[in-house]
């Protein structure tokens, strides 16, 4: 077991949390945390637009102009790419799929990896009481002063019943409160801090 760095709602330091070694302290994958951020970035992509062909835009098919004495190039229908309300010529197909997988070993792995290293670089800490406080996010402004002077990309890792806090803080927009984690947004945040509540998940 090891201990995090805990801390009361009021600033005061507390006696730290005692966390298993295999969450907090196990050997850091690089190459598997690189590969569950591109995963998780990929599945974020959103396909791109669909654009008409030659056989799928509504124009008239009759021949533009006669074929001859006209002086003009010779054209058959006003689908062609040329046109304006034609096709476009070679645009994307919006079929493209760019979700990707990990399995479900790979995603513990690499977010367990994730944890060891912000732990490793003195990134995370635990809070008590934040349960008691009225959920204004001036309250929770206030504690994050004392917690963190600097308020960069906080994460805030909650238990599933503490709907109270998540209220409290959601219009801070240095702090994302998260019930779920994954590699990325841990590796994303500059300060984790945990409820007392939430750590007993990884007990």
């Known amino acids: 077991m090891t201990l995090i760095p805990a801390f009361s709602a009021g600033g005061t330091k507390l006696t730290g949390l005692k966390v298993p070694d295999k969450v907090f302290k196990a050997k850091i994958n690089s190459a598997l945390m690189a590969q569950a951020v591109r995963v998780y970035l990929s599945n974020q992509r959103q396909g791109p637009a669909q654009t008409k062909s030659r056989n799928e835009v509504s124009v008239t098919h009759l021949k533009v102009w006669r074929q001859k004495g006209t002086g003009r190039a010779r054209h058959g229908s006003r689908n062609a790419p040329i046109f304006v309300g034609g096709a476009k010529a070679h645009g994307p197909s919006g079929r493209q799929n760019y979700s990707l997988k990990l399995s479900k070993k790979q995603k513990q792995a690499s977010l367990v990896s994730a944890l060891s290293q912000q732990f490793k670089e003195g990134n995370i800490l635990a809070v008590a009481g934040l349960d008691k406080l009225e959920p204004k996010t001036k309250k929770f ?63």
């Open 141 to 203: 402004d206030q504690v994050m002063d004392k917690l963190k002077p600097g308020k960069k990309k906080i994460l805030l890792v909650l238990a599933k019943e503490e709907l109270k806090i998540k209220r409290g803080v959601r219009n801070l927009n240095y702090l994302d409160a998260a019930i779920n984690l994954t590699t990325y947004t841990v590796l994303n945040a500059k300060t984790i801090i945990f409820t007392k509540e939430s750590l007993k998940c990884f007990a």
